[in-house]
């Protein structure tokens, strides 16, 4: 009995091995990447150790030591990697600006003179606020990152303070991306919400065309439908032209390269995630109570109020947040039918990772949406379990 029941364990864990090594590899593996990016800042320690040895108990208002000039200029000379020095380059002038010209005419004098004096190569090398950015980034660990994703930053002190406001925009973005995604939820609620009642009071074949409707989009290419809407929201578009046609505006209304693009065409993407969780709860509701409730003498629309809706508002609940944490994330549609003005987050991650090159930042943007989203999950889940014990 015993051997049987470890046999079937054993060949358990054997069928749900390759799905566990796929997510592992495929999911796991890349989020832990992507979020250790967030935290680490190596790419200056690794070329410059004596730097950091010489560089232990200086006080940042002060000017630089001999000692720091000679180590920083034995590590540079001893640099061979071209291409880590184009990172740590990088790296110190998104620190301080100035870093990309400093560097290159101090590597340059290095190759001339055996070991010249910093101070004599750029003025710059006796100026404090260049060797506070070195020291700064010193340490394999930082909290850098993940501070300029909410536009923040570190002192000299080491004290948390806000960033200028000619530094950063992410503050101001990450609020775009919530406030759209939240307008995106209304309208996918305000369409979704009867669309799931229609299908839910209907059967056979009528059920099963409307349920085709709305699951249509999901089986044609995010690419293809947002190319769609640019197509139909343009000026001389589908819209304007029955507008115009029908009389009902005397020209053109401006539908693309703005806001109203956007939601219109996120809400029609994201329309399906809003109306399956509503109509499979609306399923599970028996039809008689409404019924009931008119039997009673209630009006319609107080047994709609007081029945129907707290039934549903489990599918409410689900589809809404279904359809914010896949909003907050979109980058094609903003793209294509927004303006520079309706840029979401993640064109800003996508400028950071593929632009700059920078994927500390990036994934610093890209822990803060991942712990946002895990937050609202948080706030669903206990919502659902205090809604079962009520129940």
């Known amino acids: ?231 139909i929201l343009q000026d001389n578009g589908l819209i304007n032209w029955m507008l115009t046609g029908l009389n009902i505006t005397s020209g053109p209304i401006p539908l693309i390269f703005n806001r109203t693009g956007v939601v219109i065409a996120m809400t029609h993407v994201l329309l399906p995630f809003m109306v399956l969780p509503i109509y499979s709860v609306l399923l599970s509701i028996p039809d008689n109570l409404m019924k009931a409730a008119s039997s009673l003498g209630a009006h319609p629309m107080r047994a709609f109020l007081r029945v129907l809706l707290p039934l549903s508002l489990r599918g409410i609940a689900s589809g809404s947040l279904l359809v914010f944490m896949t909003a907050i994330g979109y980058y094609i549609t903003p793209a294509l039918i927004g303006g520079a003005g309706d840029q979401m987050i993640s064109s800003v991650i996508a400028f950071y990772a593929t632009g700059s090159a920078n994927w500390g930042m990036a994934g610093a943007l890209g822990v803060v949406l991942l712990a946002i989203t895990i937050l609202l999950y948080a706030v669903y889940g206990r919502l659902s379990s205090a809604e079962e014990r009520r129940g």
């Open 1 to 231: 009995m015993s051997a049987s029941t470890g046999t079937g364990r054993f060949a358990a864990v054997a069928l749900i091995a390759p799905l566990l090594v796929f997510i592992a590899v495929f999911f796991i593996w890349p989020l832990f990447t992507v979020m250790s990016q967030s935290v680490s800042d190596t790419a200056v320690l690794n070329l410059l150790p004596r730097t950091a040895q010489a560089a232990k108990g200086w006080d940042p208002e002060s000017p630089p030591t001999v000692e720091m000039k000679t180590a920083l200029a034995e590590d540079l000379q001893a640099v061979e990697d071209r291409q880590a020095l184009g990172d740590m380059t990088r790296r110190l002038n998104s620190a301080q600006p100035g870093f990309r010209t400093l560097m290159s005419r101090t590597t340059r004098a290095l190759r001339k003179d055996d070991l010249p004096d910093l101070g004599e190569v750029d003025e710059r090398w006796n100026q404090p606020v260049y060797w506070q950015a070195i020291v700064g980034a010193l340490s394999p660990t930082t909290d850098r990152y993940l501070l300029a994703a909410v536009d923040l930053e570190r002192d000299v002190s080491g004290n948390i303070v806000a960033m200028p406001e000619e530094a950063s925009a992410n503050r101001t973005i990450m609020l775009r991306t919530f406030w759209v995604a939240a307008l995106v939820t209304l309208c996918c609620l305000a369409i979704g919400f009867p669309y799931a009642m229609l299908i839910a009071s209907t059967e056979g074949w009528k059920r099963q065309a409307l349920l085709g409707a709305v699951l249509l989009p999901l089986w044609t290419s995010l690419l293809v439908r947002t190319a769609a809407w640019f197509i």
